[in-house]
């Protein structure tokens, strides 16, 4: 496989907020503390260095993209304090603005835009939160329409209904 170069990637990664990519020195740190690496094949210290290399194709293509649970061990642990996380979001971010996105994160995403919640409340889950003296409906947007619409219209400016489009 013939591994691709982008001379624009690490401006594009700049202004998505992943510029700080640069400053890893490969310590492995990150890897090493990672608690979705001891379960997956997930190795951010191998993502971070793809991004110093210009290698889009290959990361916004990558599954290991999308393993980054976003927990910020990676970040609390680096002795360069590189903000990883960020830069996994700014990766995702360009992936997805390129049409590549798991079904998991994109079900997640569609949720979050037809209901106002990332995970459906369903009977089974409203009867147990009645059996612990709770209200059916959490106090979220589910129980309030005011705020699911405007939460919508943060939604449509930030251009969020393009993702589950």
């Known amino acids: 496989m013939e591994v691709k170069y982008d001379p624009e990637f690490e401006k594009q990664l700049a202004e998505l907020g992943g510029a700080d990519a640069k400053l890893c020195f490969q310590c492995g740190t990150c890897t090493a503390g990672c608690p979705s690496g001891r379960r997956t094949s997930y190795r951010v210290r ?76 369903n009977d089974e889950i409203k009867n147990m939160r009645k059996s612990l003296g709770l209200p059916e409906v959490p106090p979220t947007v589910l129980a309030n329409q005011k705020a699911y619409e405007d939460l919508k219209v943060i939604l449509d400016a930030a251009g969020f209904n393009k993702i589950v489009e």
Do not use: F
Request: proline share 5%; charged share 25%; hydrophobic share 40%.
């Open 46 to 121: 191998k993502l971070v260095r793809m991004a110093q290399l210009d290698m889009k194709d290959e990361i916004i293509n990558s599954e290991e993209l999308w393993m980054c649970s976003t927990c910020y061990t990676c970040v609390e642990r680096c002795p360069r304090r590189v903000p990883i996380v960020d830069v996994v979001i700014a990766l995702r971010n360009m992936a997805v603005a390129e049409g590549h996105i798991k079904a998991p994160h994109k079900k997640t995403a569609t949720n979050l835009y037809t209901m106002g919640h990332s995970v459906p409340i």
